[in-house]
């Protein structure tokens, strides 16, 4: 056995493909092509480091090539509408008059609503509306560009907080494109503010050892999470099962939504913390993205915990714009008119088939109405609340793919929301901070009830359509207790299970053992460091047998 058994094999030919665009194989942070490219570049941009423009200029170049190879010919669309929201900024800063201040904030608004509309939903669009008229158009295939959403929405927050004069423009172009193109955060988040991002353009650059530690410790949990987890049971047990649930059993289907719900998060938290990871050796500290959101005792913690930046971002420019807790408007109830109008109409379809459609619309409906109609205090605010909430929801989940899955998906924990905050109304939570013992009980109760709602509501939210996902959770309905059969499955996918484990020990670690673990992490020599990460990119490689996987949320 040599050396060379364990080293990737390169030629001169691997790494000039490095530098081209290819489809079947984008370019990933969880690859050692991307490792190759950003230690070429790396090396120059430390030697830029105490210049200004041109270090700017030499990473926005990077940039764009990394988008290029992400998706190809897209990034030309990426600088398009940088170009038309630096111009359209530029002109609202310096504009005193409303209306006119109104018309470039819309135009915008418009203008990059726009390109993620046909982008995203003109495919389902066109289905849609085949389907209910029982039309036949065609259009050709609209390939959807890696990372649209969220540069998209970082675009839209960028001049909202122009126009609400919360920040000043970046100073020119360079800078705002330095802004929206940063490579890091730009294809799956987090989505960075330009009032927390342009003071460190501007800022002298700064790269402690303390920072580097950091980098290095999230770059190295984030590969692991993603690409020996997430992928792992991804590959070889959670995609089976969502693709074909009827093929296996009951506790098959029931593993499946517990193997997705640790998949999800260690996919989507893996690439945050490598993200941030990379931004910080850049001497650029991206916000936290994820908060160990399983450990919630309500949803709302949960949504306080879990994608940080869009939910952040969610309720800023959209909750607060229909009216947030202070009062209803127009677009505030449309929405949740819309999805209870369809939903009821979905129930009378299928009603001389099966009853159950009706009564769970109903049923939603009068559940949501409650949660108004109950309330302790102000009945009128509380409505425009919920209904804010609601519509917030449905957008999201609108915003992560143009699907019925993904609507159901918002609508659950839009009417889960408003659940709870009755629920707080009636039981207030204990704010003198004392523990006892029942409530360390109740704690426990929550966190389990919380973790799995939001487990039954990724199965929508996972598979490929509604009616796969009704079949999941009507084979999760029938499990039954057989001790004997559980153990052969389990053994059947041993590996599977074990990692499935790791995940869910990993993220339920109490705090004070992951800061020992980042001390010690700390406290050990560069060298080692190095060796640390050399190994676990190795571990990647050798884990990767399917190829890697990309990010679950590129898609978005």
């Known amino acids: 056995m040599q050396l060379n058994d364990f080293l990737p094999q390169l030629t001169w030919q691997d790494i000039g493909n490095w530098f081209i665009y290819d489809p079947e194989a984008p370019l990933l942070f969880n690859t050692g092509r991307f490792l190759g490219l950003f230690l070429m570049f790396y090396a120059i941009y430390i030697l830029l480091r105490n210049t200004f423009r041109v270090r700017l200029v030499y990473t926005i170049l990077f940039s764009l090539f990394f988008y290029y190879n992400s998706s190809g010919v897209y990034f030309l669309l990426l600088l398009m509408s940088s170009v038309v929201d630096y111009t359209l900024s530029y002109f609202l800063y310096r504009e005193q008059r409303t209306v006119q201040r109104r018309v470039y904030l819309w135009f915008s608004v418009i203008v990059n609503l726009t390109f993620l509309g046909y982008f995203k939903y003109t495919t389902f669009v066109l289905e849609s509306t085949n389907a209910l008229f029982g039309w036949n158009y065609t259009f050709h295939k609209v390939l959807l560009p890696v990372g649209i959403s969220f540069y998209t929405f970082q675009s839209i927050s960028y001049i909202i907080e122009i126009y609400r004069k919360e920040i000043t423009p970046a100073k020119n172009y360079i800078d705002y494109l330095f802004f929206v193109s940063f490579f890091p955060q730009l294809v799956a988040g987090p989505i960075v503010r330009a009032k927390d991002f342009l003071p460190q353009i501007y800022s002298k650059l700064q790269l402690t050892k303390s920072d580097v530690n950091y980098a290095l410790f999230l770059i190295i949990g984030g590969l692991i999470k993603k690409t020996v987890i997430s992928d792992y049971i991804s590959i070889n047990f959670v995609d089976r099962v969502f693709d074909s649930p009827n093929s296996y059993t009951a506790f098959e289907n029931l593993m499946a939504a517990y193997g997705y719900t640790i998949q999800i998060y260690c996919d989507f938290s893996g690439y945050s913390d490598m993200a941030i990871g990379v931004a910080l050796l850049l001497g650029f500290k991206l916000p936290t993205n994820f908060r160990t959101p399983y450990k919630s005792s309500s949803i709302t913690e949960f949504w306080r915990r879990w994608h940080i930046s869009l939910s952040t971002w969610l309720k800023d420019f959209l909750y607060i714009s229909v009216g947030g807790n202070r009062h209803g408007s127009f677009g505030g109830f449309l929405f949740p008119a819309l999805f209870f109008f369809g939903l009821i109409v979905w129930g009378i379809t299928f009603s001389s088939t099966s009853i159950v459609p009706l009564i769970i619309a109903i049923g939603a409906l009068v559940v949501f109405t409650l949660t108004f109609l109950f309330a302790r205090k102000d009945k009128e605010r509380t409505m425009y609340t919920n209904v804010n909430l609601l519509t917030t929801m449905l957008l999201g989940g609108l915003w992560h793919g143009a699907s019925l899955r993904f609507i159901i998906w918002g609508a659950l924990h839009g009417i889960a929301l408003a659940v709870h905050k009755l629920f707080a109304d009636y039981f207030p939570s204990n704010k003198d901070g004392k523990t006892t013992a029942l409530s360390s009980v109740w704690t426990f109760v ?100 399917a190829g890697p996987q990309p990010f679950i949320y590129f898609q978005f």
Not at 446 to 454: A, G, K, P
Not at 486 to 515: A, Q, R, S
Request: charged fraction near 10%.
């Open 446 to 545: 929550s966190v389990l009830l919380t973790f799995h709602f939001v487990a039954f509501c990724w199965i929508f939210f996972r598979a490929k359509d509604f009616s796969i996902a009704l079949d999941l959770i009507n084979n999760i309905g029938n499990v039954t207790f057989d001790p004997a059969q559980w153990e052969i499955i389990i053994m059947g996918y041993k590996n599977v299970f074990i990692l499935m484990l790791v995940g869910y020990v990993w993220h339920f670690l109490p705090d004070g053992i992951t800061v020992a673990m980042k001390k010690a992490f700390d406290s050990s020599p560069l060298v080692v460091k190095g060796i640390l990460l050399g190994l676990v990119y190795w571990l990647v490689y050798a884990a990767a047998s």
